[in-house]
């Protein structure tokens, strides 16, 4: 679900974001530098893959 993020000074809706850890956006409006950051960090789909194990490479000798 996409959450609004908006203007800390005068309220304009300046984007619809899905999730974040950092965000960083000033407003076209009034041109304050608004700043967000996730309360907490839920772990996404592509983060809760885990990684190929693989075997390790004998070396020639």
Same mark, same amino acid.
């Given at each position: 679900m996409l959450k609004e993020f908006r203007c800390g000074n005068c309220k304009r809706l300046l984007a619809r974001t899905g999730?974040?850890?950092e965000l960083q956006i000033k407003c076209s409006r009034c041109g304050t530098l608004n700043?967000? %950051?996730a309360t907490s960090l839920e772990q996404s789909p592509m983060s809760a893959i885990r990684p190929i194990?693989?075997?390790e490479l004998k070396?020639? %000798?």
């Open positions: 999730g974040f850890t700043h967000g %950051k194990q693989r075997p070396s020639a %000798k």
